[in-house]
């Protein structure tokens, strides 16, 4: 991709400042106050700021300075004074030149002549060599940047996820048609590829008389059955076969790899200086965070051309050029990630199976590594897997029993779960269809495995204020999140009211959590230790109070137990062993019943894999999530 400045076409690529060097100035046969001094440094300023402003110029250029310079307008100068010779009332310093482009100096030296008029100022005599070096009288300057190929994104093992892949471009080519025709045209065009058939004919009608009118890209198996049949024999319809940088599929990872397409101004200006007008760059996702690292640097050439060769309407394409100076620029730097590409694939494949607003993240607990997180094409909120904030319901419990168990607990201990438990009168009840049989005095384990709300919360006077939010720290939810993608590890805040502080024990009231957050809770119990999730490479976590190995074997015993004795059974058989927790958190308002909506969750672990599935909206979570969690490790 090319892009050009000519004249007072302005290219602002990256500015990239270069170290200043003082002047240093030492004059021959003149006096320390002549001013002579002064006028080189206001020059040495006004040329390192791409203009002359402030000095008095002899000779001025037939084509404004401003103009001459603009197209180098966005690449940092440094201009360094050397000894000025003086002759009578004319004095030459050697002047050098140190333009930054993209990263790349291009240095050279070039004489000033300065001469002092009657009343002692100091005057600079004009040459064009004071833009570019060997630049004369009557000529431009052009600045083309040319980027390099953009760098793939990887998978584990450095399988690559984002490559040129083909797609086809369906639109309108007004070439082939009469200007009668492309209404008609558009509006077929528009049909037959299910975009909305005004804005569509107007852009064509805007369009000038040769273009190509790009309706929909699309990939060879997603146009099947969306480009209609009789495509090719509208007028004018045109398919064009090319590449584009794509994932594997369209719903790969989508929030989270991010696309690619021509820089928006707020791109450009978020740049400072490193990308123009028709660049290409990342727009969204990792594309956008690592935009600089897999774009590279440009290659930029500097052309000068005889003005007077361009045409009357100011177009200079044909003008012969003469290079002035070129850089070779930089190949990006592939982004190595840690997503197993098969199972990120699988992920997606469920996802899309399940409908509605949904996500799935898997976690290699070993390396705290992320090998897949994806979000529903429905998904509700952009990244919902890594960056969406829910209520994670019973998935919660693994914490609480992780902060009854500090708190003196252990799993054969008794408590009671009873149909309904007020707290200042607040009723809170178990999910409809809790097993009738586990009801009344029964063990820590049996209450976790089969989600009784009243036993963990009748036991909330065990700990103390700060136990379960630093019970959720040492398992890795709550940690600042700074993971280089839009990322949420969850936040489980003090409670305000003893109702709050009930409802925190079940995953309710104010705490919050995302699909990595609530897998990065699995992650850590299968790790024995707590863990910090990673896409780039692996990194430790630091809570105040780390999980011990004896507290990870305590709480797989009790996910366990969740498959083998409580909700989860649907998983018992699978091998290896799965522990899980099943998860159900109401929110919103009571419908006319009285009832609440719920989110669906499950969090589970199998081998060195922990995962956490969530449909938002979903119902319960041994029925939505548990199906999504069975199909992803059965």
């Known amino acids: 991709m090319t892009n050009h400045g000519i004249l007072g076409q302005v290219t602002k690529p990256r500015i990239a400042a270069l170290a200043l060097v003082p002047a240093i100035?030492?004059?021959?046969?003149?006096?320390?106050?002549?001013?002579?001094?002064?006028?080189?440094?206001?020059?040495?300023?006004?040329?390192?700021?791409?203009?002359?402003?402030?000095?008095?110029?002899?000779?001025?250029?037939?084509?404004?300075?401003a103009d001459l310079v603009a197209p180098l307008e966005g690449y940092a100068l440094d201009v360094t004074a050397g000894e000025a010779v003086r002759e009578g009332d004319r004095a030459e310093v050697p002047l050098t030149f140190a333009w930054d482009l993209a990263g790349e100096e291009w240095s050279y030296e070039v004489p000033a002549a300065l001469v002092s008029g009657d009343d002692g100022a100091w005057a600079l005599e004009w040459s064009p060599e004071l833009v570019a070096e060997g630049l004369t009288e009557g000529e431009a300057l052009e600045v083309t940047r040319e980027f390099p190929e953009r760098a793939e994104i990887r998978g584990a093992g450095g399988e690559t996820i984002v490559t040129d892949r083909p797609v086809t471009r369906y639109g309108l080519d007004k070439s082939w048609i009469e200007p009668d025709q492309v209404a008609?045209?558009?509006?077929?065009?528009?049909?037959?590829?299910?975009?909305?058939?005004e804005e569509f004919a107007d852009r064509a009608e805007r369009m000038g008389d040769l273009a190509f009118v790009e309706a929909v890209v699309l990939r060879p198996e997603d146009a099947e059955g969306r480009v209609a049949a009789d495509f090719a024999e509208i007028p004018g319809a045109n398919a064009v076969e090319t590449t584009m940088l794509l994932a594997p599929t369209r719903a790969f990872a989508r929030d989270l790899i991010g696309s690619v397409g021509e820089a928006t101004a707020e791109v450009i200006?978020?740049?400072?200086?490193?990308?123009?007008?028709?660049?290409?760059?990342?727009l969204s996702g990792l594309q956008a965070t690592h935009d600089a690292q897999l774009r590279g640097e440009p290659a930029v050439t500097v052309a000068a051309f005889d003005a007077a060769?361009?045409?009357?309407?100011g177009s200079c394409a044909e003008a012969d050029r003469r290079v002035v100076a070129e850089t070779a620029g930089a190949n990006?730097?592939?982004?190595?990630?840690?997503?197993?590409?098969?199972?990120?694939?699988?992920?997606?494949?469920?996802?899309?199976?399940?409908?509605g607003s949904a996500a799935i993240v898997a976690i290699e607990p070993s390396t705290g590594a992320i090998r897949a997180a994806a979000s529903s094409l429905d998904a509700s909120v952009p990244n919902l897997a890594t960056a969406g904030q829910f209520p994670p319901g019973s998935t919660f419990k693994v914490v609480t029993s992780l902060a009854l168990l500090r708190a003196g607990m252990s799993p054969d201990d008794t408590v009671a779960c009873t149909d309904a438990l007020a707290v200042d009168g607040f009723e809170f009840h178990n999910f409809p269809d809790y097993p009738a049989g586990v009801k009344g005095e029964i063990s820590l384990r049996d209450a976790v495995a089969n989600s009784c709300n009243t036993a963990l919360i009748a036991e909330r006077d065990r700990i103390d204020d700060g136990a379960l939010a630093e019970a959720a720290s040492s398992l890795g939810l709550g940690a600042e999140a700074d993971l280089g993608f839009p990322a949420f590890l969850g936040d489980v805040p003090p409670a305000e009211s003893e109702t709050e502080r009930a409802a925190n024990m079940i995953g309710q009231g104010r705490v919050l959590a995302s699909p990595l957050a609530m897998a990065t809770v699995a992650a850590s119990v299968a790790a024995g230790e707590t863990v910090a999730?990673?896409?780039?490479?692996?990194?430790?976590?630091a809570p105040e109070v780390p999980l011990s190995a004896d507290e990870a074997?305590?709480?797989?015993?009790?996910?366990?137990?969740?498959?083998?004795?409580?909700?989860?059974?649907?998983?018992?058989?699978?091998?290896?062993?799965?522990?899980?927790?099943t998860g159900t958190a109401e929110f919103g308002e009571p419908d006319e019943h009285g009832d609440l909506a719920t989110h669906a969750w499950m969090i589970a672990t199998k081998g060195d894999l922990a995962v956490a599935a969530f449909v938002e909206n979903g119902g319960s979570g041994s029925d939505a999530a548990g199906s999504i969690i069975a199909s992803l490790l059965g």
């Open 309 to 313: 060769d361009c045409d009357e309407d």
């Open 533 to 541: 999730p990673t896409l780039f490479e692996q990194t430790e976590a």
């Open 332 to 355: 990006g730097e592939p982004l190595e990630t840690t997503l197993d590409v098969d199972l990120q694939t699988r992920a997606d494949e469920i996802l899309a199976e399940t409908g």
């Open 269 to 282: 200006e978020a740049s400072e200086g490193a990308l123009v007008a028709g660049d290409q760059a990342g």
């Open 25 to 65: 100035l030492a004059l021959t046969a003149c006096t320390a106050d002549d001013g002579l001094d002064a006028a080189v440094a206001d020059l040495e300023a006004a040329l390192e700021s791409h203009s002359l402003d402030g000095v008095e110029v002899t000779g001025a250029p037939g084509t404004p300075f």
């Open 184 to 197: 008609d045209s558009a509006a077929r065009i528009a049909e037959a590829t299910g975009v909305d058939p």
């Open 553 to 581: 074997e305590t709480l797989r015993s009790l996910m366990r137990s969740v498959v083998t004795d409580g909700s989860a059974s649907f998983l018992d058989g699978i091998e290896p062993a799965v522990g899980a927790k």
